[in-house]
C-alpha cells in the first residue's frame, strides 16, 4: 500500500510535466515556423498586384474572399480590402483583382464600380433596398473599392446604376481615368492638365497622404491602409520607403493650385516635407506649390497645435472625417527661418545651415533632446510610443534639475536682436520662436501675469525670444506656475557662443555645438492649412482674452506605390 500514494505522486509529475511541456513546444515550433513562414510570404507579396499584410489574428470575424470559409490568420489587402487565407493568397492574387491606379474610363469621365465581395463594414447600407448590411456570417454583401458603396448579393443583380462616382471623397480622389489622360498627353503643359480636370468635377482638389511610419506611437502603417482603402493608392506615400521630394512630384502632374498634402508624422517630418517643397521652388516648379496640413503622430506636435489640428493624434477621428477637416481648412502663410551656424577659427569650413518652423534653443530643453535622441538611436524600437516618450523627456529633464549642465549660460554667449546688444541675466537656456507653442503644448510668449504681450504670429515675420533659468524653470512654465524672461521680438536674431560645448536644437534635432556664431533670418513663406474649427484647451481658457483665431490673424494658440511614368 505504501507504494501506491508514490506512485501517483510519480503520475500526477509526469502529467503535469507534458501538460506543462507540450503547449510550450508548440509555441516554439510555431514561433519558429512564423519567420520562416513570413519569409516565404513576403518574397509573393513582393511580386503580387496587391498590397498584401499578413497577421496572426484577425481582430473580427473575417471570411477567406477566395475559399468562403472563416480565416483567423491570413493575409489582407490595405487597398481593396480582398481577405485570404495562406493556402488561397496565390490564387486570390489570380482570379482577382486590385484596385488600378491607371485606367481608361468606360463612360465620360465615370468607370464602372469594382465589387468585392463580403467582409462589409457592420454599420453599412444597401444601396438598392436600403437596408443593413454585413450582419449576416457569409460572403453575402458586396462592397465598392472606389466609392465603398455596399449592396446585398440578391440586390447586386438589379442595382440600377453600375457607374461609380467615386462617393463622398470624389473631390480628394486622384481618378485613374485621369491619369491615364495624362499619360496620353503629348503636351506637358499646366492648361492641359486643367482641361483633363474638367472631368473629375467642380472643386476637384486632390489629396496626397505622406505618412511617417516611425513617428509618435506608431500609427503610421494603420493611417497607410486606411487612406489606401479610401484614396487612389499612387496618392499615399509611406515616407520610410520613398522621400517627399519624390512623392511630391505626383503634383507637377495635377493642376496648378489644386492639390493638398496630408502630412502624418511629427514637426520633424512636416520640416522636411517643407524643405522639399523649397526644392520645388528652386526648380522653377512654383505653380505646382501644393498647400500642407498635419496629422500629428509625433511626441511635440507643438506646429500642428499651433495651427489648430491638435497635439497628437490616437485614432480618435475616423480618417473620413480628417478628409472632411482638410477640405474644410483656411489657408494662411506661415514663415519659415534660416539658421546658420558659423564655427569659430574654421574659416574654411562650410558653415551650417538649417531651415527652422518652430523654435531654435540653446540650454535646458536642447539638452533633454540631445539625450533622447542620442539613446533612441541606439534602441529606436523602445521609443515607438508618445507616453514613453515624454516619460523619457521627463527623466533627463529631472537629471539636469540636479546636474544644471547649461549653467552661467550669460556668461558664455551673446544675444543680439535687429543689430542691439541685450544685456542678459542669470539664464541657463535661450529659446527663440516661431510659432505660440513649444515643449510639448505649453504657450511660451503669452504666458500667464497681468502684463499684456501681443499674441504670436506665425506670418508677421517676427521671432519671440525669451529666457529660462534652468530644466526646473521650464517645469514650472509647462504647468503655469512661472513666466519664462521675455527678451524681445525681432527680425533677426544673432547669438555668439564665446566659449565652451553647449547642446542646441533646431524644431528638435539636437546637436552639441562648440563656439559659434549663430544667425537667424527670414528665409521664406509656406502655405499651410489652418484648421479654425478646433481648439485646444487652452484656447478656451483665453478665449475670453484673446480674440477668435482667424486666417488673416493667427493666434499660434507598396506594390501600390507606384510612379505614374509620362511617355
Same mark, same amino acid.
Given at each position: ?40 510570404? /513576403? ?42 487565407? !495562406? ?9 482577382? @483583382? ?17 465589387? %468585392? ?33 455596399? %449592396? ?18 470624389? @473631390? ?48 503610421? !502603417? ?13 496618392? %499615399? ?33 512636416? $520640416? ?90 540653446? $540650454? ?13 538611436? /541606439?534602441?529606436? @524600437? ?22 544644471? !549642465? ?32 513649444? $515643449? ?82 527670414? /528665409? ?25 483665431? @482667424? ?12 510612379? %505614374?511614368?509620362?511617355?
Amino acid at each position: 500500500m505504501s507504494g501506491s500514494p508514490r506512485g501517483a505522486q510519480w503520475t500526477l509529475l509526469l502529467w503535469t510535466t507534458v501538460a506543462v511541456l507540450v503547449p510550450v513546444l508548440i509555441t516554439l515550433w510555431c514561433s519558429f515556423q512564423r519567420p520562416k513562414r513570413k519569409v516565404q510570404l /513576403k518574397d509573393l507579396f513582393r511580386k503580387s498586384k496587391h498590397g498584401w499584410h499578413y497577421t496572426d489574428l484577425f481582430n473580427k470575424p473575417t471570411y477567406c474572399c477566395v475559399c468562403s470559409q472563416p480565416i483567423l490568420q491570413g493575409a489582407f489587402c490595405d487597398c481593396c480590402g480582398i481577405c485570404a487565407d !495562406e493556402e488561397c493568397i496565390q490564387r486570390a492574387d489570380r482570379i482577382l @483583382s486590385c484596385k488600378e491606379i491607371m485606367t481608361q474610363s468606360q463612360t465620360d469621365g465615370r468607370f464602372y464600380h469594382q465589387w %468585392v465581395r463580403g467582409n462589409v463594414p457592420l454599420a453599412s447600407y444597401c444601396a438598392e433596398c436600403k437596408q443593413q448590411c454585413g450582419n449576416q456570417p457569409k460572403l453575402c454583401d458586396y462592397r465598392c473599392v472606389w466609392c465603398q458603396t455596399t %449592396v446585398h448579393d440578391d440586390c447586386l443583380s438589379s442595382l440600377n446604376d453600375d457607374l461609380c462616382d467615386l462617393g463622398e471623397f470624389r @473631390s480628394v480622389i486622384i481618378p485613374p481615368y485621369y491619369l491615364y489622360q495624362v499619360n496620353k498627353l503629348r503636351r506637358r503643359h499646366p492648361d492641359e492638365y486643367s482641361k483633363l480636370a474638367a472631368v473629375c468635377g467642380s472643386g476637384w482638389t486632390p489629396v496626397l497622404v505622406l505618412a511617417n511610419t516611425r513617428s509618435g506611437n506608431n500609427m503610421g !502603417e494603420v493611417l497607410l491602409g486606411e487612406f489606401r482603402t479610401l484614396l487612389n493608392p499612387v496618392q %499615399v506615400f509611406d515616407l520610410s520607403e520613398l522621400p517627399p521630394s519624390k512623392a511630391l512630384q505626383l503634383c507637377t502632374l495635377l493642376p496648378p493650385g489644386s492639390v493638398r498634402v496630408l502630412v502624418c508624422g511629427g514637426d520633424g517630418t512636416v $520640416g522636411w516635407v517643407l524643405d522639399a517643397i523649397d526644392t520645388m521652388k528652386l526648380k522653377g516648379q512654383d505653380q505646382f506649390i501644393p498647400l500642407v496640413t498635419i496629422l500629428p503622430l509625433g511626441t511635440g506636435n507643438d506646429l500642428s497645435n499651433s495651427l489648430g489640428w491638435g497635439a497628437g493624434y490616437a485614432g480618435e477621428i475616423p480618417v473620413e472625417q480628417v478628409l472632411r477637416n482638410v477640405l474644410e481648412a483656411e489657408v494662411v502663410q506661415m514663415d519659415r527661418w534660416k539658421v546658420q551656424v558659423v564655427s569659430k577659427g574654421n574659416y574654411f569650413r562650410k558653415p551650417k545651415v538649417l531651415s527652422m518652423n518652430n523654435y531654435f534653443s540653446v $540650454g535646458p530643453d536642447a539638452l533633454m533632446a540631445l539625450n533622447f535622441h542620442a539613446h533612441r538611436e /541606439k534602441t529606436p @524600437s523602445f521609443f515607438s510610443s508618445r507616453i514613453i516618450n515624454k516619460a523619457v523627456y521627463f527623466f533627463y529633464g529631472t537629471k539636469d534639475c540636479l546636474v544644471q !549642465e547649461c549653467k552661467d549660460l550669460d556668461k558664455r554667449i551673446e544675444l543680439e536682436l535687429d543689430g542691439e546688444q541685450v544685456t542678459l541675466p542669470s539664464l541657463e537656456g535661450i529659446i527663440v520662436c516661431n510659432i505660440g507653442y513649444w $515643449g510639448g503644448g505649453c504657450r511660451l510668449w503669452e504666458g500667464m501675469g497681468d502684463e499684456p504681450y501681443p499674441p504670436t504670429r506665425v506670418d508677421d515675420g517676427l521671432l519671440e525670444v525669451v529666457g529660462v533659468y534652468g530644466s526646473f524653470h521650464c517645469a514650472q512654465i509647462q504647468v503655469n506656475l512661472a513666466n519664462p524672461v521675455r527678451l524681445g521680438q525681432a527680425h533677426t536674431v544673432r547669438l555668439v557662443l564665446k566659449s565652451s560645448r553647449m547642446p542646441m536644437q533646431v524644431d528638435g534635432e539636437p546637436w552639441a555645438q562648440g563656439p559659434c556664431t549663430i544667425t537667424i533670418t527670414h /528665409k521664406t513663406q509656406a502655405l499651410m492649412l489652418y484648421h479654425s474649427a478646433e481648439h485646444t484647451d487652452d484656447d478656451d481658457s483665453s478665449a475670453s482674452e484673446a480674440e477668435e483665431p @482667424s486666417a488673416d490673424h493667427i493666434d499660434t494658440a507598396s506594390n501600390t506605390q507606384e510612379t %505614374v511614368t509620362v511617355s
